[in-house]
């Protein structure tokens, strides 16, 4: 046992003083790296803006090609519904000569 009557010894219990220049770098260290994580997070949503942006800007191109294409079947449409009504005249002058060279005779 030691004099003040502990089963301990005294070697632990001695107060050093602070190492300042230790103290200094653990805390520019770990404001170093909590800049850097707070960077990272804005590099981050920097990136997702531009990835929405980047997204907005194909939904807008899809959305104009799909209305390009509409037009051009509205106009498919209407080229078929007109070579259908020509050709139902054809058909109806091709059946006249028939019925004209029937009665005409051989």
Do not use: C
């Not at 404001?31 to 929405?52: C, D, M, P, R, T």
């Not at 007109?82 to 006249?96: C, S, W």
């Amino acid at each position: 046992m030691t004099e003040n009557g502990s089963g301990s010894s005294n070697t632990g219990n001695s107060k050093k003083p602070l190492d300042w220049p230790t103290l200094v770098l653990i805390l520019v260290t770990g404001g170093g790296n909590f800049l850097a994580g707070q960077q990272g997070k804005n590099a981050l949503s920097y990136e997702q803006q531009e990835a929405i942006a980047k997204i907005r800007d194909l939904h807008a191109e899809l959305e104009t090609s799909q209305n390009r294409q509409l037009k051009v079947l509205e106009n498919q449409q209407r080229i078929l519904e007109n070579d259908a009504v020509l050709l139902k005249e054809l058909h109806e002058m091709v059946q006249q000569i028939h019925q004209a060279n029937q009665q005409r005779g051989p």
